[in-house]
């Protein structure tokens, strides 16, 4: 663009408040915001009537004076107080109190004028959200065992949903233009996915900003989580750019997270869709029922998903198409959920959807049920470790045997819920199915693989389901400093020896500096039990720091 065009405000779309925000900060002082953005101020031409204005004052010298309707001058203080006391015209009437849009509020006024001249249509589907609940719980668990942390939201994944569905989809990732006056579409070459993101300022009042991840096509889900979080908090910490808010294809809209089931979100121009999500829960109807009702009905939580769409260049059967194949990918289709979790390195295989089986409680076809409940339970106490983590190369994909597989047995995602006898697991008699699986996933298939079934004794065997079969508790703040603390003693005298000792020939720690806490936990615990002697047998390795 040439240095005297001003910059049309379709060009920031939705973020134009934000822009129109930065510019009187720059014009009340430059150094407030950056040097991106002070160099794109030096020869921006505000479209906005107020801001032309404040520019004129400030570069005249002098300070412009608005002045009210006399409407407004007249009621002062008219909303205020009861009907009696507001003011009242010579005809008895209530005056009006008017007031001019002003700032933000003034370009979402003008951007949704522009927005009414898009002819646009919505479809509306609503999604089934177990399997989409069930896996998110999967990744944030294993998540919240690793180093690195993080969270993963539906929105992430739904996000991801509809990046692939365009993916597939590309004659959706366009826009209405025009060419001389003849109508054209503009067919974008990748997908920039704008994420709506709800910002309240220092006054109270809220503003929607809508930067994009660029080229989402090309990333895969982990890049795609990364950059998404980076965006978020980046505008919660007012540090996004202009380059973030440029070339947006396709928006994704989520009012869900404030309750809202369904919405009808504004088209803005040069865009072809966007995607409103709805927020996820039980139907109405069923909002007030007892949990364990549910769990025995098959019922659960939905997601009404909407896709508005220009009517001009996209037609109701690809925007309805758009839906189901998000629909599909939130059901499991093309493997979505195994891309998901191995881009993530989950060791493990994802959740699969299934059509609820649940005959009466009672009937020979439910004791059947209760009896694979605890198949299941034996399998993963003999085959657990067959599924634990011990590859931390990664060398192999994740592999689900099938009597370690609920599915095998007729269990599905709906019977998580449902409650089960145990046999004794952590001394209770009835679980729900996930809370089982929890346990048994805890104690054989996680970092330790244990192999113990094969022994003769009774005694010994439920003694050691005892023992590991029980629930996790986290590591406090004084433990994992004792910890580190181990660590650093482990790492500090390997250092010494190499300095002090140069050319000897020793069998140091280095790779398995992680026996030491594990020692000092072991002993601690066994001081503890009352033991008062260890013999242990060691290796040359480490021998020393032992």
């Not at 910059?7 to 134009?16: A, E, R, Y």
């Not at 008219?78 to 109190?97: H, T, Y």
């Not at 999500?277 to 549910?294: K, N, R, V």
């Amino acid at each position: 663009m040439s240095e005297s065009q001003p910059i049309d405000p379709t060009d920031f779309g939705p973020n134009m408040w934000l822009v129109d925000e930065m510019y009187r900060q720059f014009l009340e002082d430059p150094n407030l915001v950056s040097e991106a953005w002070q160099e794109f101020f030096e020869d921006y031409q505000p479209h906005s009537l107020t801001l032309q204005a404040k520019t004129e004052g400030q570069v005249n010298g002098s300070r412009k004076t608005e002045v009210g309707t006399p409407e407004v001058e007249a009621s002062g203080k008219a909303e205020k107080g009861s009907p009696e006391e507001r003011p009242k015209a010579e005809d008895g009437s209530p005056v009006r109190n008017v007031v001019a849009l002003k700032g933000a509020a003034a370009v979402v006024a003008e951007r949704m004028e522009a927005s009414r001249e898009i002819p646009t249509a919505t479809s509306v589907r609503t999604i089934p959200a177990k399997l989409l609940e069930v896996n998110r719980l999967i990744i944030n668990n294993q998540l919240k065992r690793l180093t690195q942390g993080g969270k993963v939201s539906f929105t992430h994944i739904i996000g991801w949903a509809i990046v692939r569905a365009l993916r597939d989809m590309p004659e959706l990732n366009v826009a209405y233009t025009e060419v001389d006056g003849e109508p054209a579409v503009i067919r974008y070459p990748t997908i920039n996915l704008g994420l709506a993101i709800d910002l309240e300022r220092k006054d109270g009042s809220r503003g929607l900003v809508v930067p994009n991840v660029k080229m989402a096509d090309t990333l895969d889900f982990k890049q795609f989580w990364v950059v998404y979080e980076e965006l978020v908090h980046r505008a919660r910490q007012g540090r996004l750019t202009l380059d973030d808010f440029a070339g947006t294809t396709v928006t994704l809209t989520n009012p869900g997270t404030i309750g809202t089931v369904q919405s009808v979100p504004r088209l803005m121009p040069d865009q072809g869709v966007i995607v409103g999500l709805g927020a996820i829960g039980y139907p109405p109807e069923y909002q007030g029922a007892d949990a364990s009702f549910l769990a025995r009905q098959g019922i659960g939580r939905v997601v009404t998903l909407t896709s508005t769409y220009d009517h001009r260049v996209i037609q109701g059967a690809q925007s309805g198409e758009l839906l189901a194949r998000i629909h599909g990918f939130l059901l499991g289709e093309g493997a979505f959920y195994d891309e998901i979790f191995a881009a993530l390195t989950i060791p493990y295989t994802p959740a699969r959807w299934a059509v609820d089986d649940n005959p009466p409680v009672g009937s020979p076809q439910w004791a059947e049920k209760q009896a694979n409940v605890f198949r299941v339970i034996n399998a993963y106490r003999v085959r657990g470790h067959l599924i634990a983590d011990l590859d931390p190369l990664r060398q192999a994909p994740p592999k689900m045997y099938p009597e370690l597989d609920p599915l095998f047995y007729g269990l599905t995602i709906w019977d998580l819920d449902r409650e089960f006898a145990t046999g004794g697991i952590e001394g209770a008699q009835m679980m729900p199915l996930a809370q089982i699986l929890a346990r048994l996933r805890d104690a054989y298939c996680r970092t330790l693989g244990i192999e113990y079934m094969h022994m003769q004794e009774t005694d010994l065997k439920r003694w050691i389901q005892e023992q590991v079969e029980v629930r996790r508790g986290d590591v406090s703040h004084d433990e994992k400093l004792r910890i580190l603390r181990k660590l650093n003693q482990a790492e500090a005298f390997e250092r010494f020896l190499h300095t002090k000792y140069v050319g000897h020939k020793r069998f140091g720690l280095e790779g398995a500096e992680s026996l030491i806490p594990m020692l000092d936990a072991l002993l601690g615990a066994a001081s503890t039990a009352g033991m008062e002697e260890v013999v242990a047998g060691m290796a040359h390795r480490g021998r020393l720091n032992v």
